[in-house]
């Protein structure tokens, strides 16, 4: 099992993209060795392997350092961490024959600054092979100091998670919507934001894709703007779960992150502070009113594309605006019965004068 004590236990959580690992490393880099800065391509490899079959994938890696930096390449293997994608990333098991699998070539290298270093990675499978393997190839540096500096974090090592499928016929290809949601019921101006989580029910990774339909209609009828869903097509792997978070942001006016020389404004809990923008050249995109969201995903199970559909409301209610219409319009209504009244009334003392002047 993972957790044995003789078992060195590298568990971390890392972005699928960009994929760059915070590794704990002894510290045996001198003070002032400059910091490491690895760059590693492509973040991830979807490859389709059958049973029996060997396929060989290139891995790439950059030392954005000045000098040279020993790397050593290692295999570790990873689950899903959380629902934003991210990958928890363990040592194989003991027992877990998947790791003798995989080939490097080279093993280890000496990386020069500023010059791409090339590696090769053969996964050559058995014929007993089945489902998925999922792999993470760790580019660790060796670094050498004194024994006399404490332990430290170097923020260094990278990886590159590589996903295998064996297209076996034991795979269930399969996922849901878990929940689609939208994070107000009324807004007074946009943006909109809506999540969308996905669940593989299944035991193979999948990545489906899809749109959001912003309409005026339940039917979702005349669109009004189309919000793809994973257009970068992140994998959901079996069993867990995957949220993915669309905004519709195409009003006037409309709240934005506000920014200061080029910075982004945070409050005191680090979260980014609005401010409202009025970009005239959108007067014609007030919103006002009920709307529809309709959520279509599409994914392959394996022999047909299956459709899956949600649909949520909400409200748009700009009402300082309409509150200020309103009171422009009361200010105009008033000015026209007060001048029509003068109006009204000269008219009155002119007609009394002429009557008086005929008797």
């Known amino acids: 099992m993972i957790g044995r004590p003789k078992l060195r236990l590298v568990v971390f959580a890392i972005l699928v993209a960009p994929v760059a690992a915070l590794i704990s490393l002894p510290a045996r880099a001198l003070a002032a060795t400059p910091p490491l800065s690895l760059t590693t391509t492509p973040v991830s490899i979807d490859a389709t ?48 024959p998947a790791a003798s699998y995989v080939h490097f070539s080279p093993a280890s290298f000496i990386a020069q600054p500023h010059v791409w270093s090339v590696v090769k990675a053969t996964i050559k499978l058995p014929k007993t092979a089945t489902l998925g ?9 060796v670094v050498a100091t004194p024994a006399t500096i404490k ?82 097509g992140g994998n959901v792997l079996p069993d867990s779960y995957r949220v ?21 404004v945070t409050d005191k809990k680090g979260n980014p502070v609005e401010q409202l923008q009025w970009n005239f050249a959108n007067l014609n995109k007030i919103r006002f009113g009920k709307y529809y969201a309709g959520l279509t995903l599409i994914y392959n199970n394996g022999s047909r594309t299956i459709p899956l559909s949600a649909v949520v409301s909400f409200w748009v209610i700009p009402w300082k605006l309409l509150l200020l219409a309103l009171v422009i ?20 003392g002119v007609r009394t004068k002429i009557r008086r002047k005929k008797t």
């Open 329 to 348: 319009v009361a200010l105009f209504s008033f000015g026209f019965w007060s001048i029509g009244r003068s109006i009204f009334r000269r008219a009155r």
């Open 133 to 141: 393997y999922y792999y993470a190839v760790i580019f660790q540096p």
């Open 151 to 232: 332990p430290t974090f170097v923020k260094g090592s990278n990886a590159i998670l590589i996903l295998v499928d064996t297209q076996s016929a034991n795979e269930t290809r399969q996922v849901e919507i878990g929940s689609f949601s939208v994070s107000k019921k009324l807004y007074e101006y946009l943006p909109a934001q809506f999540t969308v989580s996905i669940h593989n029910t299944g035991n193979i990774f999948l990545a489906p894709t899809g749109d959001v339909y912003i309409s005026r209609h339940s039917n979702l009828t005349n669109t009004i703007i189309t919000l793809p869903v994973n257009k970068g």
């Open 49 to 96: 392997i059958h049973p029996g079959t060997a396929a060989t994938e290139t891995l790439q890696l950059m030392n954005n350092s000045s000098q040279a930096i020993p790397i050593n390449m290692e295999l570790n293997v990873f689950g899903a961490y959380g629902t934003s994608g991210q990958a928890a990333i363990t040592a194989p098991r003991l027992n877990d």
């Open 244 to 264: 993915f978070q669309e905004t519709w942001a195409d009003g006037f006016p409309v709240f934005k992150n506000k920014l200061q020389s080029g910075q982004l």
